[in-house]
Structures are given as structure tokens and as C-alpha cells.
């Protein structure tokens, strides 16, 4: 039987890839983002069960709206993924404008707050579930002109991480590196030379049966997609 999956960016990128092997493989997925014609496109691509919803996660009141048709519909999922995250522009921190800086914040980490504040009572009332957020390698160390993104994902891993002491027996919050992934995000760093690594499609293969194997015995560990 199918597992309930929920993910969060869904419109490019690992969110997109992802979501397209879950389903590929007999899970039902329910995801988000915030490009409506993209959203439009998973839709009609991958009609109900599956659900795809045009939700911006900045927004507190349009996340518990989602949530809870996503939990109407379907209950509590068995795997949550917190994928929706942007990178500010690469610069020195005081050359930053504060909006760039302010945005990175709503959505990596209000964001993900958000999505957890409305999923998480459903889970931990049923004692099941796997939380996954998204960090980065850039949420355990650091480099020079991404700042923002260092601190975002830092502040990621320690939520996870004390997320993961509170949770009851039966669920896990995982903190995940996904490695070096040819996306958008990571072209408007390296350029070109982000062809050297798997893109998006290639990354997901690997990515969502190991996704699928996490449990409760992984609970609090910060782990890397092999």
C-alpha cells in the first residue's frame, strides 16, 4: 500500500522530482508552491488522489487551509518534506539589501515552522510519521557570499534537532543534507559549473527510496543523501 507523502515546493527543482517518483513508484502525494501555472501543470498531470495547491508558506493562514484539506482528504501523512527554500542574492552580508535577507528567513524558516505547526498535531496524535526538513551543507559549515542561505540552514538543523527531543516514540525529524544537486539555485552561484553534478531527475532516483527507508530509529540525526 501506498504511502501519503507530503512536500512542500513542489513546482522545479528536488521538490518537482521528487514528488514525480513518489508518485511513479504508488505513493500519493500532496505538495505545494507558489507558481500557479506550474501548480496548473501538476494538476492535470496527476489528477486525484494527488493534491497540488497554489500555497505561498510565508502565509500562516493559507498553510492551515492547505493542511487541512490535505488532512481531510487524506490524513496525517507518513512522510512530510520541508523542501520550499530560495537563496538570496550571492553579495557580502553588509552589501545585502534587508528584504532579501528578510525573504530568505519567511520561507526557509517561517515557512517551515508554518507547515509544521499545521501537520504536526495530526501526527503526533496518531504517533507515527517522518518529518524531513531540507538543510544544506551550507547548514553545517559555511562560505562567503551566501550568508543568509548559511544561516537560514543552520537554523534549520538546530529546529530539527530540538524538534526531534520533543516528538513521542514512533516519529522521527530528520535534518537533510541532499547533497550537490544541479538546480537553478545552485547555477546562480556556481554557473556553468553546476553541469558537473546530477540534476534534479537523477538526484530524486537515489534520493526517494532513501527517503522512504527513514524511520523512527533515525530520529534526530542529521544525515546526507548518500
Known sequence: MGRVIV???????????????FIAA??????????????AELQQRYPTPHLFAVVDVRQEAAVRQWAGDV??????????????AVMARPA???????????????VNVLGLFYVLQAFLPAMV????GVIVNLSSAWGRSTAPRVATYC???YAVEGLT???????????AAIPLNPGIIDTDMLRSIWGANAGRYPNAQSWAQRAAPFLLSLSAADNGKSLTVP
Open 7 to 21: 512536500i512542500t515546493g513542489t513546482t522545479r527543482g528536488l521538490g518537482r522530482a521528487l514528488a514525480e517518483e
Open 151 to 153: 544561516a537560514t540552514k
Open 71 to 84: 488532512l481531510a482528504r487524506l490524513g496525517p501523512p507518513d512522510l512530510l518534506i520541508n523542501n520550499a
Open 125 to 128: 496524535e496518531r504517533r507515527s
Open 161 to 171: 534537532l530540538a524538534l526531534a527531543q520533543e516528538l513521542p516514540r514512533g516519529m
Open 92 to 106: 557580502p552580508l553588509w552589501q545585502l539589501p534587508a528584504e532579501q535577507f528578510r525573504f530568505s528567513f519567511e
Open 26 to 39: 504508488g505513493h500519493t502525494v500532496a505538495g505545494c508552491g507558489r507558481d500557479s501555472q506550474r501548480i
